[in-house]
């Protein structure tokens, strides 16, 4: 079954430091990847998005994320992290592209960004 | 003006009542769908509708109805509600034009509905 999986639940990280959010998927065919961003009393915004091509993929807000098939891994960067970055950040994996257009959630990670 | 609009965004209820969550969208898509995020769960589908004549079930579907009453309105209902439907709630919208064909569209969504049934 297809599954995607955030190691981190929380994590913490002074502001102007850089950032890695770990994804890891399990899905046997090719892996459409999405990662959101949710900030506080708000819905989900999406970062970027993979879907062929070049592995790393760059985003809004300056974001980018590299797949890496051999590891089954598509992790968030970001070189300098702002406090407006705090947030809580989602992996998904589409999965039934056509028929159901399902996307399958990580569970999150709650990022906090010290001054 | 949001694309994708929820409401209400907040709503507080006693277990055994009827609630409806509404969702329109101005982004012109034909794809709609509503979620449930709990805490340490992440986002679960509950429906889907991939035009107005196309209701789907979803993972968790069970307590839930819905209602597309147009490309741009779908609503979900909790026909008797439980404490355990306590959650935040969102709509989403898609486009599969947008996507390469095969592959899964981007889903946009809602500002999210906070329901607590008490």
């Known amino acids: 079954a297809q599954s995607v999986t955030q190691p981190d639940i929380h994590i913490t990280v002074s502001e102007g430091a850089s950032l890695e959010l770990r994804c890891n998927y399990s899905?046997?065919?090719?892996?459409?990847l999405f990662w959101y961003v949710q900030s506080p009393g708000q819905g989900l915004q999406l970062l970027l998005k993979?879907?062929?091509?070049?592995?790393l993929v760059q985003g809004i807000k300056g974001f980018e994320a590299e797949f890496k098939r051999s590891q089954s891994s598509f992790n968030l960067r970001k070189p300098s992290v702002h406090w407006s970055d705090a947030a809580e950040y989602f992996c998904?994996?589409?999965?039934?592209?056509?028929?159901?257009?399902?996307?399958?959630f990580g569970t999150g990670t709650l990022l906090a960004v010290q001054p | 003006d949001a694309d994708v609009t929820q409401t209400p965004r907040n709503r507080i209820t006693k277990t055994g009542k009827r609630i409806m969550l509404e969702c329109s969208q101005t982004?012109?898509?034909?794809?709609m769908y509503w979620y449930r995020q709990d805490p340490g769960l992440g986002l679960r589908l509950i429906y889907y509708?991939?035009?107005?004549?196309?209701?789907n079930k979803g993972e968790i579907s069970d307590g839930y109805s819905v209602s597309r009453q147009a490309q741009a309105k779908f609503s979900l209902s909790l026909e008797s509600a439980i404490p355990n439907q306590t959650a935040l709630y969102f709509c989403?919208?898609?486009?599969?034009?947008?996507?390469?064909?095969?592959?899964?569209?981007?889903?946009?969504f809602g500002p999210g509905t906070r329901l607590t049934v008490l």
């Open positions: 899905y046997g065919a090719t892996p459409y």
């Open positions: 993979y879907f062929s091509g070049d592995t």
């Open positions: 982004k012109g898509h034909d794809r």
């Open positions: 998904a994996v589409g999965a039934g592209g056509g028929a159901t257009n399902k996307l399958i």
């Open positions: 989403a919208t898609s486009d599969p034009g947008q996507a390469p064909l095969y592959s899964t569209d981007t889903q946009y």
């Open positions: 509708s991939f035009d107005v004549k196309d209701i």
